[in-house]
């Protein structure tokens, strides 16, 4: 199986890597649009700045790229907010795989930090991603922004209030949490993606 891990401007490209040489795959970290189109699957990772990015995207292309993607495209954190139509982190105008508006955590109590960091539970699963086993299981975040319960939402968690823990429509995937931080719970949703 060939797995693409698409190379851009953002952090956090590595780890999904040795996460998923920890599974037996030699993923290729590429922007080679003709590698990309080709893979099996196809992981869109990011720790970052989404107008920066949305920028480094759209000047090398990528974007175009990325929304015409068939095969199963996993987004991960800013992966996932870039996937979606807007984010109000630098008013940026995003993919729009997702008919979703990316928003800032505003903190309602003095004990409410931002950004969010830390392990959560998740909750009702919608997604090929999951399995019932993973119900209420803990995951591991860290954003200061976060997209609101949805059309497309296939996974909920709280901080705050309720949001995407997951996206998923068509053969796009995403996980606002870090699968490949999330021990042997992240390491079950990688295998359920690449099983896709």
Request: proline content about 4%.
């Given at each position: ?10 952090g956090n490209i590595y780890s999904v890597d040795f996460a998923l040489k920890r599974l037996g795959i030699q993923p ?115 954003h200061s922004y976060y997209v609101p319960v949805n059309a497309c939402t296939a996974a909920t968690t709280r901080y ?23 021990g042997s719970v992240g390491e079950t949703i990688l295998k359920n993606f690449l099983n896709l």
């Amino acid at each position: 199986m060939e797995v693409a891990i698409i190379k851009y401007n953002a952090g956090n490209i590595y780890s999904v890597d040795f996460a998923l040489k920890r599974l037996g795959i030699q993923p290729v970290i590429t922007a080679d649009k003709e590698i990309l189109q080709r893979a099996d699957k196809v992981i869109f990772p990011g720790v970052g700045e989404a107008q920066t990015t949305m920028e480094h995207l759209k000047s090398n292309r990528l974007d175009e790229l990325i929304r015409e993607l068939k095969q199963p495209v996993l987004g991960i954190c800013l992966g996932m907010q870039l996937m979606c139509r807007h984010s109000e982190e630098g008013d940026a105008d995003c993919l729009g795989v997702f008919d979703a508006e990316v928003k800032r955590f505003i903190p309602e109590r003095q004990e409410e930090k931002v950004p969010h960091m830390g392990w959560n539970t998740l909750s009702d699963m919608r997604s090929a991603l999951f399995t019932a086993e993973q119900e209420e299981q803990y995951v591991y975040f860290v954003h200061s922004y976060y997209v609101p319960v949805n059309a497309c939402t296939a996974a909920t968690t709280r901080y705050i209030l309720p949001f995407s823990a997951a996206l998923h429509k068509d053969n796009f995937y995403a996980t606002q949490f870090h699968p490949e931080k999330s021990g042997s719970v992240g390491e079950t949703i990688l295998k359920n993606f690449l099983n896709l």
